[in-house]
């Protein structure tokens, strides 16, 4: 198993539909899990940091976090097609510092 | 967010030569600062990892003698590609991490990146 699992999508959502987004992971990391953001040709731009086990809400997007079964997920409320990019679910590596990236999912928000 | 700026944010060079590019963390101290590379449709990959006043540690493949890091202070380290050829060009992006006192400590931000051709 990879240390962090991302389905590539693409995840295509009406426009203001709520876009969820999952992530799971494996033994081999920490339990500090992040969520960015990434628009073609652009660098990732953080969303949200998440560590301790429910939810963690931030304007549209809350950040939710399942130790038991080692899930971490995204929901987009009001999705907007400005949302249309790649989102990459992180964890800091096994023995900290690094960051562990997932595969990254594409969504599409559709007007 | 905390910011961190990169320079040049576009390079052109002749293949042989050396290019050196800045990452600099404009309202924190970053400890410790991350390379990456990015290919085309492809996932971020972590070339190394550099702590300030100290040697960078590379991740396998890296070759740490064409890629040369710096991290000689808090709020810059610095990324060489020397006798750049054609496979190295690529996406180059750094991060910075906080310290432990740091309002954004355990968070990595990153800057804008680099697109380095070499022909």
């Known amino acids: 198993q990879k240390e962090v699992e991302q389905n590539s999508g693409p995840l295509s959502v009406p426009e203001g539909a709520i876009a969820s987004l999952n992530c799971t992971y494996s033994?081999?990391?920490?339990?500090?899990f992040f969520w960015y953001r990434q628009y073609s040709g652009k660098s990732p731009e953080l969303i949200m940091s998440i560590y301790s086990n429910g939810d963690k809400e931030d304007g549209r997007f809350t950040a939710q976090l399942n130790k038991a079964s080692q899930y971490v997920s995204l929901l987009i409320r009001d999705s907007q097609p400005s949302d249309s990019a790649t989102y990459l679910c992180?964890?800091?590596?096994?023995?900290?510092?690094?960051?562990?990236f997932g595969a990254g999912t594409i969504l599409r928000v559709k007007s | 967010g905390a910011v961190v700026s990169q320079h040049p944010s576009r390079v052109i060079c002749k293949s042989g030569t050396s290019v050196k590019i800045e990452c600099r963390s404009l309202d924190f101290q970053a400890t410790t600062m991350f390379w990456y590379r990015q290919f085309p449709k492809q996932s971020l990959m972590l070339m190394a990892t550099?702590?300030?006043?100290?040697?960078?540690?590379?991740e396998q493949g890296v070759e740490k003698d064409k890629f040369l890091i710096n991290h000689a202070s808090l709020t810059l380290s610095t990324l060489t590609v020397t006798s750049a050829h054609p496979e190295d060009s690529s996406f180059y992006i750094c991060s910075g991490k906080g310290s432990r006192w740091s309002r954004s400590y355990n968070e990595q931000f990153f800057g804008p990146g680099t697109r380095l051709t070499v022909l």
């Open positions: 033994d081999r990391v920490s339990q500090s």
């Open positions: 992180a964890a800091e590596g096994e023995y900290g510092n690094k960051l562990v």
């Open positions: 550099s702590n300030e006043g100290s040697k960078a540690t590379y």
